[in-house]
């Protein structure tokens, strides 16, 4: 079996999976530039905090490659790239990663020093995003050993396995693989630790019933999908594999103090869990932990078309009960002249939030009730 891999790369060619069309066709698009890469986002063709970064940052880096630069003075080029970074930071607003990779790049361009060339500063840039794109991998490893030690800590072992629940979509279609929330489940189920896994539909844009379902049977992990309006009752099922010991998400942007926004619904998941005991995890790689922020008051949340929630796209059943994956339909499921509001995240307070597990470590909060990211990120504190 080959593994799921949400974006492609060698130098100077770019190919991201379009997840709009999953589960029912594999299709890769071919992105050449800032203005596909930003498409590609925007549409949300490729989605999740740390592909949003890749992407962004890998679109940039083969348009580059290909010469797009129409100067041969080294300031003249950070400027020209400074504006395609500047461009690209607005095609998601609420994913902090995008943004602390903008930083990472700008920084690595200037770092090339005065008198460079300006192939010198293409090429940093191109080395730089491809530090992005490895560097991923191994940090959602770490968040999966980090993760599953944590529940391990609690009581989870071969003889005692644990029940999950996740939502959204954190798996290797959301990174460069393995995955952040998801990964923690991967890695549960590789030590033996896992008994089963939950996944929320993830309306309107189902995530976990077309990505975290299509994942978790593609990698012959137990699992069951749920609708978001299930959890409550799974919580209070405490019989065999619904005996749910701790509800896992990924993050968008976790804040100075620890409040996390995520996708919409991971709120009330977290009201949940602790109203009935279950401990909730978030799984953030430090690209995805903003300092800049104190609180979540002060993140701006995405809102998106009253489409995703008024229609659907599927494909068609056939008689036999099998999937006609060539065809795409899109169906209307609401009165197309209602008012919609459709927040694409909402914010977690910290105080609903048991560890955040990052590559660097679980972190807990202190007697102050505040995570304190200071240990595992003095450089950026
Ligand atoms: O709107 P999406 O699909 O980009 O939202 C994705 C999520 O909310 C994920 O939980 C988050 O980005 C972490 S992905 C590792």
């Not at 740390?50 to 797009?68: D, K, Q, T, Y």
């Not at 609420?94 to 602390?100: F, H, I, K, Q, R």
């Not at 896994?197 to 019933?209: K, L, M, V």
């Not at 430090?286 to 701006?300: A, H, P, Q």
Request: with cysteine; charged share 25%.
């Amino acid at each position: 079996m080959s593994t799921l891999k949400a974006v492609k790369y060698t130098r100077g060619k770019l190919l991201v999976l379009d997840q709009l069309r999953l589960p029912h066709e594999f299709h890769y698009d071919d992105v050449t530039n800032r203005t596909e890469a930003f498409e590609s986002i925007a549409s949300m063709r490729t989605r999740g905090a740390p592909a949003i970064a890749i992407v962004a940052s890998l679109g940039l880096a083969v348009e580059l490659f290909n010469g797009s630069l129409t100067t041969t003075s080294a300031d003249e080029a950070i400027a020209q790239i400074d504006e395609a970074l500047d461009y690209l930071k607005e095609s998601r607003p609420t994913a902090v990663d995008l943004t602390n990779a903008i930083n990472q790049l700008k920084a690595r361009i200037r770092a090339v020093g005065s008198g460079a060339s300006k192939d010198e500063i293409v090429t940093a840039f191109i080395e730089e995003a491809e530090k992005i794109f490895e560097k991923d991998l191994q940090t959602n490893l770490s968040i999966g050993d980090f993760g599953a030690e944590w529940l391990r800590a609690l009581g989870a072992s071969e003889s005692q396995q644990i029940s999950v629940l996740t939502h959204c979509n954190t798996g290797s279609l959301a990174t460069s693989g393995h995955g952040t929330a998801l990964g923690i489940i991967r890695t549960l189920q590789a030590k033996g630790l896992l008994q089963h896994a939950f996944c929320t539909e993830t309306r309107p844009y189902n995530q976990g019933s077309r990505l975290t379902a299509f994942e978790l049977v593609y990698e012959g992990i137990p699992s069951t999908l749920i609708t978001d309006s299930m959890a409550a009752s799974l919580f209070r099922n405490r019989k065999q594999e619904k005996n749910i010991a701790a509800v896992i998400v990924g993050a968008d942007r976790v804040v100075r103090n620890g409040d996390t926004a995520n996708k919409i619904g991971t709120y009330q998941l977290a009201v949940l869990a602790k109203h009935h005991g279950i401990k909730f995890i978030v799984a953030a790689p430090t690209t995805s932990i903003d300092l800049e922020t104190e609180t979540g008051d002060g993140i701006k949340i995405e809102e998106r078309k009253k489409e995703e929630l008024t229609q659907i796209t599927g494909a068609v059943v056939k008689p036999d009960g099998t999937v006609d994956e060539t065809s795409k339909v899109r169906v209307a499921i609401a009165d197309q002249r209602v008012g919609v509001w459709n927040p694409a995240f909402d914010v977690t307070p910290a105080e609903y939030i048991d560890t955040v597990v990052t590559e660097k470590g679980a972190v807990e909060k202190g007697p102050d009730g505040k995570f304190d990211f200071s240990k595992i990120m003095p450089e950026r504190w």
